[in-house]
């Protein structure tokens, strides 16, 4: 899938293309409720770069303990 956004529109926005990304990428993992380490590819980050993302955005990290089980499971670490 292929995503654009016309220059004069993400100027207008305030946003370049690596924020643009940030930005889908925290809206799918909010609205869509996909795993943190989904989201981070489409940023081509690991889960836990993703999670400091989030933070620094001020958004809420959701990772619980079946989390790190699946993340063990997988070998996700």
Known sequence: MKIEIN???ALRC???ERE???LLAIAIYKSK???GALAGKIVGMSE???HNL???KGEE???GIDDLVDDI???DL
């Open 20 to 22: 643009a990304l940030e």
């Open 33 to 35: 409720g996909v795993h």
């Open 14 to 16: 305030g946003i370049d």
């Open 73 to 75: 499971k997988n070998n």
């Open 54 to 56: 989030l933070s620094s």
């Open 61 to 63: 990290v959701n990772y």
């Open 7 to 9: 220059d004069e529109i």
């Open 48 to 50: 836990f770069e993703f």
